[in-house]
């Protein structure tokens, strides 16, 4: 059963830095393009970014390029999101997703992905 599992949010100060991971299972993530989505409190599901099945194709909201980095790890079959000079703007629960159709070379921030992870909240206040 392909499960998608987040990990690593948590309460941070303005400026600090998080790590957060997405652990798959059922399936082998190197093959499918994985995103990062973010819903804040009465707010829509905001595309964060994504990592297509070729690595050096990433994409980022322009509100976090050149604070977040998206990464994978193919041994330990986990995705990650390093986020830098977090700013309380960044509140929100942090969703990974995969797109159903393996060896795609593009990933986007919309409409892509069909398989969710249950969230894991991220809260930037001083």
């Known amino acids: 059963q392909l499960q998608l599992v987040e990990s690593g949010g948590g309460l941070v100060q303005p400026g600090g830095s998080l790590r957060l991971s997405c652990a798959a299972s059922?399936?082998?993530?190197?093959?499918?393009?994985i995103g990062w989505f973010r819903q804040a409190p009465g707010k829509e599901r905001e595309g964060v970014s994504c990592i297509s099945t070729i690595s050096s194709n990433t994409n980022y909201a322009d509100s976090v390029k050149g604070r977040f980095t998206i990464s994978r790890d193919n041994a330990k079959n986990t995705v990650y999101l390093q986020m830098n000079s977090l700013k309380p703007e960044d509140t929100a629960v942090y969703y990974c997703?995969?797109?159903?159709?393996?060896?795609?070379?593009?990933?986007?921030?919309?409409?892509?992905?069909?398989?969710w992870g249950q969230g894991t909240q991220v809260t930037v206040s001083s």
């Open positions: 997703a995969a797109d159903p159709f393996p060896n795609r070379a593009m990933c986007n921030l919309r409409n892509q992905y069909t398989y």
């Open positions: 059922g399936f082998t993530m190197n093959r499918y393009a």
